[in-house]
């Protein structure tokens, strides 16, 4: 079973333009959760889509959207890009089986701003 | 607010136990969770634990739950090198089945194993 692909993996941007990041999940996982990891801020929730859906939201501004597609592939986009928004930007796929809780995560996308 | 607390090193030898430890302070956190990153690459899920239990153990792997103190602890037995590794604990109100998934990490513990 192929895993979590994050495409790009690596992504340098200027302050003020915007970004879109992909994540495919796991084939039969229908919720892909965003995180983001700088050394400042540690790592930090985004949020999480389930069947096209957003359904939870962590403490990020407006900047930060997602969406998820009917195959659950999903997409975060940063607009007006900051300094700051510099991190490793990873997502992840979860199912329940069973009585079993499962997230594997991608490799991460690594946006650099200047 | 909610916070998750770890101390940011520690260094074993090889064939010792670790045991990393974790405090949070959202009583209301359902489901703790342990991961692990290794340099470069992004996190893996080690394994987790529900509130309503004390212990769950997962062959080297140990997960200790002190609801009360409101501490959780891994204990990784016959530590390998390859086990070093930045470790987080994390916590949240449900896991992604449920509608309150939005969980809150440790600042992570990087895990030193010396030959």
């Known amino acids: 079973k192929a895993g979590v692909t994050q495409t790009p993996r690596y992504l340098i941007k200027t302050r003020g333009q915007q970004v879109t990041l992909s994540c495919s999940p796991i084939?039969?996982?229908?919720?892909v959760s965003w995180y983001q990891q700088t050394p400042g801020q540690g790592l930090q929730f985004l949020f999480e889509y389930f069947s096209e859906t957003q359904r939870n939201k962590g403490n990020f501004p407006g900047r930060f959207s997602g969406r998820q597609f009917s195959n659950s592939r999903s997409e975060m986009n940063v607009s007006t890009l900051e300094l700051g928004d510099s991190a490793l930007y990873l997502c992840?796929?979860?199912?329940?089986?069973?009585?079993?809780?499962?997230?594997?995560f991608g490799p991460g996308t690594r946006l650099t701003v200047t | 607010g909610e916070d998750v607390e770890q101390s940011l090193f520690l260094s074993v030898r090889e064939g010792d136990s670790s045991v990393i430890n974790c405090t949070y302070t959202d009583s209301s956190s359902t489901y703790l969770y342990w991961y692990k990153q290794e340099p470069g690459a992004g996190l893996q899920l080690l394994t987790y634990i529900f509130s309503n239990m004390d212990m769950k153990q997962d062959q080297r792997l140990t997960v200790l739950l002190n609801k009360k103190d409101k501490h959780l602890s891994l204990r990784i037995a016959d530590t390998q090198t390859g086990d070093s590794a930045i470790y987080f604990c994390?916590?949240?109100?449900?896991?992604?089945?449920?509608?309150?998934?939005?969980?809150?990490f440790g600042r992570g513990t990087s895990l030193i194993v010396h030959p």
């Open positions: 994390a916590e949240s109100l449900s896991t992604v089945s449920g509608g309150s998934y939005i969980p809150t």
């Open positions: 992840a796929s979860s199912t329940i089986a069973g009585e079993r809780y499962e997230q594997y």
């Open positions: 084939s039969g996982h229908r919720s």
